[in-house]
């Protein structure tokens, strides 16, 4: 098939999902952040791993989760990564989000959590841990607004540790969100953010990971809706975290298309896409920085 033939069917055909996204969007609201089954108790156990496995791989190697105040954005339906954090021996674990979707999650589903991970933990930070979690306890906050002020989320609290992990794309405007981060943030604090740079469909999103960026601005924010894919790329990351006083970034590519198939998937994208600088090949993101 001809390769311009091929890119108007699949953005046809993601014109057309982007459609009924949008729909049920305004229908139900923003229910679910992920694809694993409510119902699949291990399959989300091994989410909530993976997550914090992702992190501890990516941590530069003089940082350690010990003895830190973690805020982390977006946690989505899950806070058992915190509970995680705070069994590696974190001193403390907030999370802000925009959306109460982890507002029934259950004590017992973090311990559980815990007490399953196949890593080396001390056994007195899972008992911090998991008094933390049983308690009312400081060391063990969750904070949502539909504003997503950070700042006021997180009030007097401060953090030398912030991470999210497939989060970052779904904030509205990734400038704010950073200049609100570095406003909680302690000097030496390291900031690690895993990105999902990729059209987050499961249909398309193997065949056409870049589906998302064949359509112009115009387009996309006539179908907008909460948690939309910003489009955002690493270059914007880098510039934000820079422009807020940001040391040190490191960019890494965690996941890239295949280089015989990078002529093919970043062909046909709209113009602001089709730029060299836009690292189209680039699908999972990394971003690391230190604030002075």
Avoid at 22 to 48: C, F, M, Q
Avoid at 85 to 98: E, I, K, N, P, R
Avoid at 274 to 280: L, S, V
Wanted: charge should be negative.
């Amino acid at each position: 098939m001809p390769v311009a033939i091929r890119n108007l069917l699949f953005k046809i055909t993601g014109a057309f999902i982007l459609l009924a996204v949008w729909t049920k969007h305004r229908l139900t609201g923003y229910r679910k952040p992920n694809t694993v089954s409510e119902d699949d108790r291990n399959a989300r156990i091994g989410y909530v791993h993976d997550v914090v496995q992702s992190w501890l791989r990516f941590m530069p190697p003089d940082v350690s989760v010990s003895g830190r105040s973690v805020l982390e954005l977006g946690p989505g339906s899950s806070l058992a990564t915190g509970s995680l954090l705070l069994a590696h021996g974190a001193a403390s674990y907030t999370a802000v989000d925009a959306f109460r979707l982890a507002g029934e999650e259950t004590a017992d589903f973090r311990h559980d959590a815990v007490r399953r991970f196949d890593g080396a933990l001390l056994e007195e930070d899972i008992r911090a841990a998991e008094a933390a979690m049983s308690a009312n306890s400081d060391a063990f906050r969750y904070h949502v607004d539909p504003g997503f002020d950070i700042p006021a989320l997180c009030g007097d609290h401060t953090f030398d540790l912030i991470l999210s992990c497939a989060a970052f794309e779904h904030f509205d405007a990734i400038e704010t969100t950073i200049d609100g981060l570095t406003k909680v943030a302690r000097s030496a604090c390291v900031s690690l953010h895993i990105v999902d740079l990729q059209t987050h469909t499961n249909a398309i999103r193997e065949r056409d990971p870049n589906n998302i960026y064949r359509f112009s601005p115009g387009f996309y924010s006539l179908l907008a809706f909460p948690g939309q894919p910003n489009r955002k790329r690493p270059i914007d990351y880098v510039k934000a975290f820079e422009k807020n006083g940001w040391r040190d970034i490191q960019v890494i590519a965690a996941k890239s298309i295949p280089p015989e198939k990078r002529k093919l998937l970043t062909s046909g994208l709209a113009a602001h896409f089709d730029k060299p600088e836009m690292e189209m090949h680039i699908l999972d993101l990394v971003i690391i920085s230190r604030y002075p």
